[in-house]
């Protein structure tokens, strides 16, 4: 797979050309967003949503015919991509191409949208913040494989519940805050990798978003057109208030 050639492709937009190549190490994300682009599918939709110094956001389908003002962003292709996560090799250095999704409420895999995607502009980060993030990830740890542990045990805890039973709700809180802290105690502490430290404090990105969306690929020319379409005016929804429309096509 180290061999294989990386396809890249074109984003033509109102504000200049976008040069991206997609990632072999997530083939279900390439193949997918090479057909689509083969097929049109991105012709004419719009940027719909952009946050400056996180990132600019399209390829909802409802986008290429939406009234000014329309709120936008339900779009979708009908389908869900599996999660593809490669990390840390992949991750959300500025320029990353990343899927978009639903939320965990209603999509705990963390599948992707079969179509929307985005591009990472962040922001840069000391190397202080850097090791705050990481100690809060660590300090959160108990806590998060705690929620997990809580959704496994559903069905348990809704009839004792049901039945009124705060003992057996009470001993089996302590059951699983006992069972995450041996579960954590097993795990190696969350740290960066170098190369994540050296992208993160020099080009920017959003690492709070990382092993969270599936990266598939990245910005190779035109960072600076990602940049402009981030300053643009937006509305209350993150929407630019001139349209900027795309056009996406396979080239090699």
Do not use: W
């Not at 100690?135 to 039945?163: C, P």
């Not at 937006?234 to 795309?246: A, F, G, H």
């Amino acid at each position: 797979m180290e061999n294989q050639k990386e396809t890249m492709l074109l984003i033509q937009t109102d504000l200049g050309d976008i040069k991206i190549k997609l990632y072999n190490e997530t083939p279900q994300h390439r193949d997918n967003f090479i057909k689509l682009a083969k097929e049109g599918f991105y012709d004419g939709t719009l940027f719909h949503r952009v946050i400056k110094d996180f990132m600019i956001q399209g390829g909802d389908p409802d986008s290429r015919k939406a009234a000014k003002g329309q709120m936008l962003g339900s779009g979708d292709a009908g389908y869900t991509v599996p999660a593809e996560f490669v990390y840390p090799q992949l991750f959300h250095k500025k320029g990353a191409l990343s899927a978009a999704r639903q939320g965990d409420e209603v999509n705990p895999k963390k599948a992707s949208s079969g179509c929307q995607f985005y591009i990472v502009t962040g922001k840069k980060y000391s190397e202080g913040q850097i090791l705050n993030m990481e100690h809060q990830m660590n300090h959160g740890k108990v806590e998060q494989i705690f929620s997990n542990l809580v959704s496994k045990n559903t069905a348990k805890i809704k009839k004792l519940r049901m039945d009124r039973d705060k003992e057996g709700l009470y001993e089996l809180q302590e059951e699983l805050i006992a069972e995450a802290k041996t579960i954590a105690d097993t795990m190696p502490d969350f740290k960066f990798t170098p190369e994540q430290v050296k992208a993160y404090t020099t080009v920017g990105g959003t690492p709070h978003l990382d092993n969270q969306y599936t990266v598939f690929g990245e910005v190779v020319e035109g960072m600076e057109v990602v940049d402009s379409i981030q300053k643009v005016k937006t509305n209350r929804s993150d929407r630019p208030e001139e349209d900027i429309r795309m056009k996406v096509t396979v080239l090699d």
